[in-house]
């Protein structure tokens, strides 16, 4: 998830680093009374110092009268931003400096060597350091992230699926995925369902554990699992099923209970667990 | 003998060649007028006004007067274009050289050109042209602006003075952050 924090923090960046950026165009307009500065057509930006990029059709910049501060950007058109190895493209962008808001919009896709994330529009508060990615109201919001491979942790693998909105959380290395919330994951061939998933790194950016709720629901092969609330424990490669929870395993039957606890590999099956109601197990007898 | 003044005539015609490339170019960057001598002035001021209104006004070392072609050539240019509005800052400008043309209102700076413009920022550059009936000041040499937090080179520029747009072409701008 780090591509996002990054693709936020770059252009804002233009404003907080300490040297200088150095910017192209095809035509400038200085509007001197509004301390108002446009560029205009392939527009090119550097600050070497945090190897920034800046690619956009146009580039707005507003200074306050008499401090001479840059108090707000605004870039539009085939916006391509990248610091290092992550990329944020989008077609409209602004920020406000005094509010420590950025917002950018239009085909918003941000990228980094484990992160994809598209959406319609993004929204970075800078002083809570949080973003929220929304879609288009008939739309989601596309992520993917890529983890290690159990067997091998040199090999990614993706986790991947789509939310009406992503809440992004710097500090706490989470992200909230609301409203009809579908995750898939290509290792475990999991698809999970759930009203919201809250997806949680570690400090190596590795996914370290999903919570789900409002309703969940986990279909792998041969096995069916459904809940009120969920936790994946990706260290452990252990499952929680919280609150009405049931499982139905080809060949071995249905469990139902309040607390069920399974290996994320089916062919594992169940792990005891704490219930305050017996566990209720059907088994077929043919 | 006519092989002789064939290669006489040849290096003479060199030397003419060579004499008129060589010769440098006036400083005004046009040719001066034929005519009768011009009128030489010393730290003259020249002031145009638009009704009651100030619009330009041009002090200089020295002046040419070629009266004839409506002409004036300066050495040691400064000047200021008054704003708009009364309040306003007026626009303020130096130069090496300068020409005016009467016939077409127009005012040439060039060399070391720099002008003041309103907060803070400065322009710099070689040749700097002015047409009082639009009020619009180009150039299309390259030029370097300066203003509080930012330095700006063009390849050339152009403003007018009652939109208050400037606007440069190819710019490369750095930026303080």
Do not use: C
């Amino acid at each position: 998830m780090r591509v996002l924090w990054l693709a936020f923090l770059l252009w804002p960046a233009l404003v907080w680093a300490q040297d200088k950026a150095v910017l192209t165009a095809i035509k400038a307009e200085v509007f001197k009374e509004q301390g108002r500065v446009v560029l205009i057509g392939q527009v090119r930006g550097r600050q070497p110092e945090r190897e920034m990029t800046l690619k956009a059709d146009r580039l707005e910049m507003l200074r306050q009268k008499g401090s001479d501060d840059l108090t707000h950007l605004d870039v539009k058109g085939n916006v391509v931003l990248t610091q290092r190895d992550a990329t944020a493209e989008f077609d409209h962008g602004t920020y406000e400096k005094g509010i420590g808001l950025a917002t950018i919009e239009g085909s918003v896709i941000l990228t980094d060597p484990k992160t994809r994330i598209e959406g319609h529009r993004a929204i970075y508060d800078l002083n809570r350091q949080s973003a929220k990615v929304l879609a288009q109201p008939d739309e989601r919001v596309f992520f993917r992230l890529l983890k290690s491979a159990q067997d091998d942790p040199n090999r990614l693998v993706p986790v991947e699926g789509r939310a009406k909105e992503i809440l992004l959380f710097e500090v706490s290395r989470k992200a909230v995925l609301q409203q009809q919330v579908e995750v898939h994951d290509q290792e475990e061939d999991a698809h999970l369902t759930a009203g919201r998933v809250v997806i949680f790194l570690d400090e190596n950016q590795e996914l370290e554990e999903m919570t789900a709720s409002g309703g969940f629901t986990m279909k792998q092969p041969g096995r069916d699992s459904k809940s009120d609330r969920a936790v994946l424990d990706y260290k452990k490669r252990l499952v929680t099923l919280l609150g009405n929870a049931e499982v139905f395993q080809l060949d071995e039957g249905r469990v139902e209970g309040e607390r069920i606890e399974m290996h994320m590999d089916p062919e594992k099956g169940l792990v005891s667990g704490q219930r305050r109601q017996p566990l209720r197990i059907e088994i077929p007898l043919d | 003998m006519n092989r002789v003044l064939l290669v006489g005539f040849s290096v003479f015609g060199l030397v003419v060649a060579l004499l008129f490339w060589l010769e440098p170019e006036a400083p005004q960057g046009k040719a001066r007028p034929v005519g009768p001598d011009p009128a030489i002035l010393t730290e003259i001021s020249l002031k145009d006004f638009e009704g009651s209104k100030l619009t330009l006004e041009v002090q200089a070392d020295r002046a040419e007067v070629f009266e004839e072609a409506e002409e004036t050539r300066l050495t040691q240019v400064r000047g200021r274009v008054p704003a708009e509005a009364a309040e306003g800052e007026p626009t303020r400008f130096t130069s090496e050289f300068g020409l005016i043309e009467g016939a077409q209102e127009e005012v040439t700076l060039r060399g070391r050109v720099r002008i003041d413009l309103p907060n803070e920022r400065q322009i710099h550059t070689e040749v700097l042209h002015y047409e009082q009936t639009k009020r619009l000041v180009w150039g299309d040499q390259p030029v370097r602006m300066f203003s509080p937090g930012e330095q700006v080179e063009a390849e050339a520029l152009e403003y007018y003075l009652d939109k208050t747009v400037l606007e440069l072409d190819q710019p490369v701008m750095e930026i303080d952050l």
